[in-house]
């Protein structure tokens, strides 16, 4: 009788481990295409060998990849509910593995960084760790219907037929209705499906104002028929649908440094609310409809669209770690704007113009600049993570804005001094006007800067700071009495 309670007493202590997938279960992103995405940044020139690597089979692509580089396992998004299983089970003193097509040493990381993980499997050897090698491991390890998972994915029902509970992190409704079909006794711990919130905040739709800068030109130059105002705005849209595309690659391949930030932390791609391929598909589809739409335009406007689609990825890739390269970058990609609103109109190009365009936006995109330096020394950090710049060097980039805003107004007065801006305007004194608010403008910005109370993007400051506006509305009711 002793005996028989004793096996009873044994069979109560055996603990069934709990088995954790990682990509899209524990961690909301994929490393594979995180560290894809990290090869790409860390060497642009090399991106061909991506595509190289994968035809030779995805365990090979995973092993040159992670000999190379790796995520930031420190900082990828965690999915909570998966997070709070795992804690609930250790609580339970039951054993947690996690169990990954990964790279086995994105894994071992990852666990650390976990705490209390009993082992991991991953992808090793040669051998690609999904599916039924990964069910043919865990049955190894464990037996038939001896360990609970939590998986994400249509391929891990082959492992979800070998275990006791079928736990499921659902993308979709229909995902998860088919794996409670298939499997009664599995229970849906997490849905995870992407809103339409998350793909307009990854557009960045506010920075579309950024591109009204196409109507200068119709503006300055006093044309108002219906051909020029149509052909502006659809260049204004072509510039819109490429900006997106542009800001989706961006923030694609700024994944590490925006993790690394208080509030870029929480766009979609960095808090993994949106799949990378998801990304890559937007991203081409804005770029493809903004190269379409152009064609509408006279072939200088396509030309100009295209210079500025691949300046853009260019920044995103390459320039904009490169020390004051990005900002004039940055201000030169605010002066195509101008060019194409001029190449769409088919309107005569003025230096006067080009020349105001290019010292006012470098002024911006140096302000843009030190505020991250500001907002990361208030944090104790002594650079912005992914650019060239230190804190120190705050001292250099503060006057070099406020002269090249200053240098913008200077191009103003020497413009209300030439025989062109008379043959537009009935008042041309009244311009005048139009520098000590430019003057005042340019000089609060740079202010907020230094205090640290400037979004990082002066645009975006302009369209929700009331006192911008006013000014905005001042310079227009000026322009306006002076026709």
């Not at 804690?87 to 086995?104: G, K, M, T, W």
């Not at 949106?274 to 030309?303: D, K, Q």
Request: proline residues 4%; hydrophobic residues 50%; positive net charge.
């Amino acid at each position: 009788m002793s005996v028989q309670n004793d096996n009873f007493s044994a069979a109560l202590k055996v603990v069934v481990p709990l088995v954790v997938d990682v990509d899209g279960t524990l961690v909301a992103t994929d490393l594979l295409q995180e560290a894809a995405l990290q090869f790409v940044v860390s060497y642009p020139l090399q991106a061909l060998r991506v595509p190289l690597w994968l035809a030779g089979g995805k365990t090979n692509l995973k092993t040159q990849l992670a000999n190379r580089v790796k995520p930031v396992i420190e900082t990828v998004p965690l999915r909570k509910e998966v997070l709070a299983l795992i804690r609930d089970a250790q609580a339970a003193e039951r054993p947690v593995y996690l169990a990954s097509a990964s790279d086995r040493r994105y894994i071992e990381e990852l666990a650390e960084r976990v705490g209390g993980i009993a082992g991991v499997f991953g992808t090793d050897s040669g051998l690609n760790l999904t599916g039924e090698a990964k069910a043919d491991r865990l049955v190894a390890a464990f037996g038939a219907k001896g360990y609970d998972y939590v998986g994400n994915m249509p391929i891990d029902f082959a492992v979800w037929r070998y275990a006791r509970k079928p736990l499921v992190v659902a993308h979709s409704a229909g995902f998860g209705a088919r794996v409670l079909k298939t499997f009664p006794e599995a229970e849906i711990v997490a849905h995870v499906r992407p809103g339409l919130r998350s793909y307009v905040a990854a557009l960045r739709m506010h920075q579309w104002a950024k591109n009204v800068m196409v109507f200068v030109p119709m503006i300055a130059g006093h044309r108002f028929d219906p051909e020029t105002i149509v052909a502006t705005f659809l260049a204004f849209l072509c510039f819109c649908f490429a900006a997106s595309g542009a800001y989706v690659i961006n923030d694609l391949l700024d994944l590490e440094s925006d993790r690394d930030h208080p509030r870029k932390s929480n766009r979609p791609f960095a808090a993994g609310k949106i799949p990378i391929t998801h990304g890559i598909t937007v991203a081409t589809l804005l770029m493809a409809g903004s190269f379409a739409l152009s064609l509408l335009l006279p072939w200088r406007f396509t030309g100009i669209l295209s210079a500025y689609i691949t300046c853009t990825l260019g920044y995103s890739l390459i320039l904009k770690r490169r020390l004051v390269i990005d900002v004039i970058v940055l201000g030169g990609l605010y002066t195509l704007r101008v060019f194409g609103g001029l190449a769409a109109t088919s309107m005569h190009q003025t230096q006067w113009l080009l020349m105001f365009s290019l010292f006012l936006f470098l002024s911006l995109a140096i302000v843009k600049r030190c505020s991250e330096l500001v907002a990361n020394r208030a944090v104790g950090k002594t650079g912005a993570s992914g650019r060239g710049y230190r804190v120190e060097d705050l001292d250099i980039l503060l006057p070099l804005g406020a002269a090249a805003g200053y240098g913008a107004v200077f191009v103003v007065t020497l413009y209300l001094s030439s025989p062109e801006m008379a043959a537009l305007y009935t008042h041309p004194n009244r311009l005048w006007l139009v520098c000590p608010l430019l003057l005042y403008w340019i000089s609060r910005v740079l202010l907020k800067a230094n205090r640290g109370e400037l979004h990082d993007d002066p645009v975006t400051f302009a369209l929700t700071d009331k006192i911008s506006w006013i000014t905005g509305a001042c310079v227009a009711g000026v322009i306006a009495v002076s026709i």
